[in-house]
């Protein structure tokens, strides 16, 4: 549930890190859960003690009966709470939840004010209320600082209620001493897992089996769950951070806002990204509101060098903006190149042109084919496409890429003339719609001419006129339609016709008749081998198979 390592959770919480993941723990067991906060704080409508929080997001996935109010109650332990829930999930309704969705579950957390940090606080252990507490006793059980519990809390604090408690240190919480049936005495959870019988009620059993699954281990209830904040450097979690590669780095808010010069316009590279220069290194660096989640989610678990790669990010506690920082690509976007102002010298040649198709053509089969779940960017578009030093390109802007397909959605987001008819229509989120927008993509490298022109006239629906006709007269129209340009390149007309082809394939309006990405892939490059025999200029191919 949690997504942590059981040895850093032991460590944690005073228990023996060499427990396996069937050993039991006993009732009464406090738990040190080690998360990163997001330190964004976000007003708190909700708590009597506190006006604002922030949250560490987990991905709980529905299993029949579950509701947000009886996850966050009970699988949770009220680390959350469902109106909460409900506003990190918009699109979900609560009362209509499918089995098996993914659902964002923020738990409430908090970072060291500047205060606390110069006063020696390290961590803000968040620490749900109980029946029997009182905050005299919560501050001497954790060892903290009575004075410090008030005044981060206030003292009007209600039951399962959220609390705060600022410590300079992690306290070495006693654990329960449980005697098993062998008589034998072992502290920490080494117990017999008796605690977790047939009879407990349904609510017990849930409990179980929602923090169990969470910190390894199964057949007792949890209680007393801490979740212990680590902010500010990784203090034990950074050991497990080590081991995974798809981790990024976390910038320092001075470092961006540095880099940037303030966000100056003269640092804008387009919209929202800026271009910055941190440790000598340059960075784009894209500012966004706190809802990021589902693109940093996605960017996480992709790596692929046709992929705009994600460097890292940073969160301005002041106002709430995320920052996705990114490896600066130089030479700009795909539509800057076939629709900007440049003198004819620069612009793309056929073979450049063909080479980013398939660029852009083996950026997707990676994501419709090897992620999961499956990874639709419902953005394929020319000013998505950014080229680097060597005029590769690399497909960028997962700002509406979703994991998962064939949904349905009434939020329509996009671009119009790159729009597949279904999804406009329908709403229906699958990968051909990817599919069909690279067709669009192929028209502009072909004929160097925007997706929609000044009337609002789209550019596929050109491609039914010039592709009518006899042999002869396809190819007579195809040269006046083509970019200019591509007349003084060594081409051949079959080759142009074969991206054609491809691109009619993709644009069918059945988006059943379309083509996969690996199909794409595969055709292309049977192309660029047709032109690499035919250019004098000995085009490197790398063999390509059918799969």
């Not at 390592?5 to 006993?26: D, E, K």
């Not at 708590?47 to 709980?60: G, I, K, L």
């Not at 072992?186 to 169990?212: C, E, H, M, Q």
């Amino acid at each position: 549930m949690f997504n942590i390592g059981r040895p850093t959770i032991a460590q944690s919480s005073n228990l023996s890190s060499s427990l396996s993941l069937s050993t039991p723990l006993s009732p009464n067991t406090s738990l040190f859960i080690p998360i990163t906060c997001s330190c964004n704080p976000i007003s708190n409508s909700t708590s009597t003690s506190t006006s604002s929080y922030s949250s560490s997001n987990f991905t709980y996935k529905i299993k029949p009966v579950d509701t947000f109010y009886l996850v966050s109650t009970q699988n949770f332990q009220n680390l959350t709470n469902y109106v909460a829930v409900e506003v990190f999930n918009p699109t979900l309704v609560p009362e209509n939840l499918d089995v098996g969705v993914d659902v964002i579950f923020p738990l409430f957390c908090k970072c060291p004010t500047e205060a606390q940090l110069r006063n020696g606080v390290r961590f803000l252990v968040t620490y749900v209320f109980q029946p029997d507490d009182t905050l005299s006793s919560v501050a001497e059980k954790f060892g903290a600082d009575l004075g410090g519990v008030v005044s981060t809390n206030g003292v009007n604090i209600s039951v399962y209620e959220t609390i705060f408690l600022p410590m300079s240190r992690l306290p070495n919480i006693s654990q329960p001493i449980v005697v098993p049936t062998n008589g034998s005495t072992n502290s920490g959870g080494n117990t017999n897992s008796s605690g977790g019988g047939d009879d407990d009620d349904d609510g017990r059993k849930r409990v179980v089996i929602g923090l169990g699954v969470g910190v390894g281990v199964l057949g007792v209830v949890l209680v007393g769950v801490v979740l212990w904040v680590c902010c500010r450097g990784g203090v034990g979690l950074e050991r497990e951070r080590e081991r995974d590669e798809n981790v990024r780095r976390v910038f320092g808010i001075e470092e961006v806002k540095g880099a940037t010069g303030e966000f100056d316009s003269s640092c804008l590279i387009h919209g929202s990204v800026f271009k910055g220069f941190i440790g000598g290194e340059c960075y784009a660096i894209k500012r966004m509101k706190w809802n990021a989640y589902e693109e940093l989610k996605i960017l996480q678990k992709v790596n692929h060098g046709n992929l705009v790669k994600l460097e890292g990010f940073s969160v301005d506690p002041d106002d709430g903006n995320c920052y996705l920082v990114y490896e600066y690509v130089e030479n700009g976007s795909l539509d800057a190149w076939l629709h900007g102002d440049r003198p004819s010298k620069k612009k793309l040649n056929w073979k450049t042109r063909l080479r980013i198709a398939i660029d852009v053509a083996n950026a997707l089969q990676y994501i419709h084919e090897h992620t999961r779940p499956t990874v639709v960017h419902k953005d394929v578009k020319s000013s998505n496409i950014l080229l680097d030093g060597n005029m590769r390109a690399k497909l960028a802007n997962f700002g509406l890429a979703r994991s998962g397909c064939n949904a349905i959605t009434m939020h329509i987001v996009g671009t119009q003339g790159y729009i597949a008819p279904e999804y406009l229509i329908d709403g229906v989120v699958t990968t051909k719609m990817d599919v069909f927008a690279f067709g669009v993509v192929l028209l502009e490298l072909v004929s160097g001419r925007e997706a929609i022109d000044e009337e609002g006239r789209v550019l596929w629906s050109d491609i039914d006129i010039v592709l009518n006709g006899t042999d002869g007269e396809k190819n007579e129209k195809v040269k006046g339609w083509m970019d200019g340009t591509l007349l003084q390149d060594d081409l051949t007309i079959d080759g142009v016709m074969n991206v054609m082809a491809v691109a009619l394939a993709c644009l069918q309006k059945d988006p059943s008749r379309r083509p996969n990405m690996v199909e794409v892939v595969y055709t292309l490059c049977k192309t660029n081998d047709l032109y690499s025999d035919f250019s004098e200029d000995g085009l490197s191919v790398t063999t390509v198979s059918a799969r």
